[in-house]
């Protein structure tokens, strides 16, 4: 089975300039979580989505990150304009809906914002 | 609200040596307690969990008990070995499989020298 794929794996960019990240979760999977590790920290859930509808944002920086989900399968991150302190791995990661099961990470995406 | 403490690394161990890695949890309810394992340019991976109170998660010889009178879910390995070298994340989620958002620990570090 095909694990949750992310790109790109790395990302340079410079702050005020505009990043996208793309996930494709496993096939079947109807949950997919974005999250945010800073260095030397824990990731923190940003987003979650349940097929295309948001289910939890609260913890999105709405005014810089945006997400979709349009179809229900992948989804893309954007953070427009990016400040250094978003320099962190992003972390795509799905389920099955409802008993969450099957909760898998991909290998995230290492930005870094100079 | 939730969240989860855990033992501040980096941890240097010599081959062969006892592993512990301390976490403790706080929770309104009675959380599912996980705990995630990163190898360097990997993404998370589940390693163990437990579900209930006085249970015990175990995997690839490391283990973890649900202790609800100390709100803990210590790691322990016996004889840890260089390939363990990798940052421990422990986790809580109120599902047991994690089916809404997991609050994760700030991670420790283990590098175990031969």
């Known amino acids: 089975e095909a694990g949750v794929a992310q790109s790109p794996r790395y990302k340079i960019i410079e702050k005020r300039q505009s990043v996208a990240f793309w996930c494709n979760p496993i096939?079947?999977?109807?949950?997919l979580y974005w999250y945010q590790q800073i260095l030397g920290q824990g990731p923190k859930l940003l987003i979650q989505?349940?097929?295309?509808?948001?289910?939890?944002d609260s913890q999105l920086p709405k005014d810089r990150f945006s997400a979709e989900r349009l179809k229900g399968v992948d989804s893309t991150l954007k953070i427009q304009p990016a400040k250094l302190e978003d320099s962190a791995v992003y972390l795509c990661?799905?389920?099955?809906?409802?008993?969450?099961?099957?909760?898998?990470f991909g290998s995230g995406t290492r930005l870094t914002v100079v | 609200g939730d969240s989860v403490t855990q033992m501040e690394g980096p941890v240097t161990l010599s081959e062969e040596a006892f592993l512990t890695i301390n976490c403790t949890y706080t929770?309104?309810?009675?959380?599912?307690l996980f705990w995630y394992v990163q190898y360097p340019g990997e993404g998370l991976q589940l390693l163990l969990k437990?579900?209930?109170?006085?249970d015990k998660g175990s995997n690839k010889g490391f283990e973890a008990t649900y202790r609800k009178e100390t709100t803990s879910f210590h790691l322990e390995k016996g004889s840890v070995q260089v390939s363990d070298s990798a940052v421990y994340f422990c986790?809580?989620?109120?599902?047991?499989?994690?089916?809404?958002?997991?609050?994760f620990g700030t991670g420790t570090s283990l590098t175990v020298i031969p």
């Open positions: 096939s079947g999977h109807a949950t």
């Open positions: 990661a799905s389920s099955l809906a409802g008993s969450g099961s099957g909760y898998t």
């Open positions: 929770a309104t309810g009675y959380p599912s």
């Open positions: 989505f349940q097929n295309n509808g948001v289910v939890d």
């Open positions: 986790a809580s989620s109120d599902s047991p499989s994690g089916g809404n958002q997991f609050y």
């Open positions: 437990a579900t209930k109170a006085d």
